[in-house]
């Protein structure tokens, strides 16, 4: 019996028992718990909100048949009515019975998938019982795979860095400090301000941007690079070195890094990949490095497909930018990669769709460590910034994918002294704006709202009510809808003007109102969100939010798919709400089993209102008359689901040289 099961057999998970469970190690998503949890029919609740509690266990105790309900709490949240805690059996979670060889506050900031490995390696390297530091040192070497003593160059911290912030290894604030001091301790490191591209990802390719220009400089004065300390303004990044170089073509490919005006290489230098060029060549050659860095993980697979979410939400990125670089190309060679790029999504679709009936469930419930997971998880992560004094706007485009994306990426980049940081954060399914959006606003599951989850006329109150329960009041609480409406800057700032704003919650119609009506697929929507950006002034209304002391947090409700409609049979059940890719009753309907385009979605399971039975579009199916193209959402295809979440902030350093 492993360990995983000597926790789990505490309970009878089968039995329709009710069970309060103490966990503030995150246990019960530990990937082998939360499957067992999952088999045995269990229902988990993970919430603070009392209200969503008592509807979680009425609705268990109404059941006909039942598993156990386990009721997860952290720091006594969320409070339990009397009635449900007197009867309810009580166990606990330590992850330090399982691990007692390792500090206890340290291993409780880790995330609790890397737990499995963790024993492992203490059963394997028979660990003592360590300290703090070092145990901070053992979850470096043994879960992040680093030994800070064998960094003893430039090009090995480089090379670290980079692994880090494009890999998207993700690491507690507490493993980041260890790593931190043990670097800041080399004499050879002193000029080199770790607190700032350790942890920050933006500032870490803010500096490597700088540095390429300097690479390209030196380049063209063919300079030898020196191994040295940082002088200000002086080349420390050997770009030429093979393992930098490999990274280097595919983070300007991804977008990550920008090109540069330059004059003076040669025909046959590598480098032309990061300088602008006069026609489309440059665009094609990241669109080849792209397709063939997908191809090779999702049709030659000959790297590993994705297994979590953080590495779906930066194939969501990259596919994002892959579509909008060939829909914005033209000649022979573009228009003969273009059936290679269409199988590769298909084959992205096929293979997400799969992980995701798997693992939506255990997304849902996930806790929130750096950056939220879902979009229900936004107003609590918010809520983090304000309480330490930062206000913030949350500016919702609705229906943008991370095609469109791109595009108002490019209206944001040229603002003095901006950072940029990219994630990607899941929706709700279906994907439809009435469920995302009251799911976004209120910081609840849509299951918690089953009177609304057809219209958005409640995302006001919603938005309202949730900060008034963080402790603010109305006045310190902004709320708009159709916000592309104000074209005036000056009627823009009217919307947030308030010296009592703490908090501002707007809404972007444009994508979606454009994404129903046009007629050329997805090539015309990028086209018309492109010129809307620019007559709009995007620029200067986001500039106008950071002039006023706002960190701004862009996102979508869902995404977007093209798709062709396949028709839909009158099925004699009316249907609550028909969309381009998704049908919602109120009864389950019956449809023919060799439809693999089409799926009815487990609402119950994955917390929407009990009493609804949506079927969902798959791949490029449309509910929509036979062999009509058009770009809609509501389905399940990656581009939907997967958004982009984005953090504008001013950076607080003007020369990146201080480093």
């Known amino acids: 019996m492993n360990w995983q099961e000597k926790l789990t057999n ?55 048949e039942r598993s156990a309900l ?61 300290n703090r530091n070092a145990s901070l040192d053992f979850i470096l070497r043994h879960i992040y795979k680093i030994a800070p003593e064998i960094i003893q160059s430039e090009t090995d911290l480089v090379r670290l860095l980079i692994r880090k912030h494009y890999l998207g290894i993700e690491m507690p604030l507490v493993i980041e400090e260890r790593l931190i001091e043990t ?42 690079i020196k191994e040295s300390s940082w002088p200000a303004d002086d080349l420390v990044v050997p770009f030429d070195d093979q393992d930098i170089k490999v990274f280097v073509d595919n983070l300007f490919a991804d977008g990550i890094l920008q090109a540069v005006d330059f004059d003076g290489l040669g025909k046959d230098d590598w480098e032309w990949v990061g300088v602008v060029a006069d026609d489309e060549s440059r665009d094609l050659l990241r669109v080849r490095q792209l397709l063939n ?7 030659v697979q000959d790297l590993p497909l994705p297994e979590d979410s953080e590495q779906w939400e930066e194939i969501a990125r990259e596919l994002g930018v892959l579509n909008s670089l060939s829909h914005s190309l033209k000649g022979t060679e573009i228009y003969a990669l273009n ?58 485009m609705d229906g943008m994918g991370f095609q469109q994306w791109n595009y108002v990426k490019e209206h944001i980049i040229d603002i003095p002294h901006v950072r940029v940081e990219e994630r990607g954060v899941f929706s709700w399914v279906p994907t439809i704006t009435s469920i995302a959006r009251q799911a976004l606003f ?15 006329a409640k995302e006001k109150a919603l938005w309202h009510a949730f900060w008034e329960d963080k402790g603010l009041s109305k006045t310190e609480v902004a709320y708009e809808v159709t916000l592309e409406k104000h074209k005036d800057l000056e009627s823009f700032k009217d919307r947030f003007h308030s010296p009592k704003l703490k908090v ?40 106008a939010l950071l002039d006023s002391g706002f960190e701004v947090v862009i996102t979508a409700d869902h995404g977007n798919q093209e798709a062709v409609g396949q028709s839909w049979p009158n099925e004699g059940v009316k249907a609550e709400t028909k969309g381009e890719r998704v049908r919602l ?53 990656l581009h939907e689901v997967v958004v982009p979440l984005a953090i504008i902030t001013r950076e607080h350093h003007v020369k990146e040289s201080q480093l």
């Not at 209102?609 to 389905?635: C, E, M, N, T, W």
Request: proline share 6%; aromatic share 12%; net charge negative.
């Open 585 to 637: 009753y109120k009864h389950t309907v019956e449809y023919s089993s060799d439809t693999a385009d089409v799926l009815e979605w487990p609402a119950k399971k994955f917390g929407l209102p009990p009493d609804l039975y949506p079927l969902v579009s798959r791949g490029r199916h449309a509910f929509v008359q036979k062999g009509k193209q058009i770009v809609g959402h509501g389905g399940i295809s």
């Open 10 to 64: 505490q309970m009878a998970l089968t039995e329709p028992v009710h069970y309060i469970v103490n966990d503030p190690d995150n246990l019960c998503f530990e990937p082998a718990i939360a499957d067992l949890i999952e088999q045995a029919g269990v229902v988990l609740f993970s919430d603070t909100d009392p209200i969503a509690l008592r509807l979680c266990f009425e609705e268990w105790f109404d059941s006909d």
């Open 442 to 456: 209120s910081g609840k599951q849509p299951r918690s709202f089953p009177d609304s989850w057809h219209i958005t």
């Open 504 to 543: 501002a919650g707007f809404v972007i119609n444009y994508i979606d109102k454009q994404m129903h009506g046009i007629e050329g697929g997805m090539p015309l929507l990028n086209v018309a969100v492109s010129k809307w950006l620019e007559l709009w002034q995007f620029t200067s209304k986001i500039e």
């Open 293 to 299: 860095k997908l191809s090779n993980q999702f049709i």
């Open 339 to 396: 059936t290679d790029i269409a199988y590769l999504n298909s084959k992205v679709d096929d293979y997400f769709e799969t992980w995701l009936q798997t693992n939506f469930g255990k997304l849902i419930n996930t806790p929130t460590t750096r950056f939220p997971k879902m979009l229900h998880k936004i107003p609590d992560w918010l809520n983090l910034k304000v309480c330490k004094g930062q206000k913030v706007c949350l500016l919702v």
């Open 183 to 224: 670097l800041q301790v080399r004499e050879q490191f002193g000029r080199w301000d770790f607190t700032r591209i350790v942890p920050d990802r933006t500032e870490f390719f803010a500096f490597l941007q700088q540095q390429w220009l300097l690479h390209l400089q030196r380049k063209s004065q063919r300079y030898e």
């Open 70 to 130: 386990l009721i997860r709490v952290v720091d006594e949240q969320p409070s339990i009515p009397y009635d449900i805690e007197f009867p309810a059996r009580r166990v606990d979670f330590d992850i330090s019975e399982v691990i007692p060889e390792l500090d206890a506050t340290v291993l409780r900031a880790l995330s609790p998938k890397d737990y499995e490995q963790l024993q492992s390696a203490v059963k394997i390297y028979g660990a003592d019982k360590l």
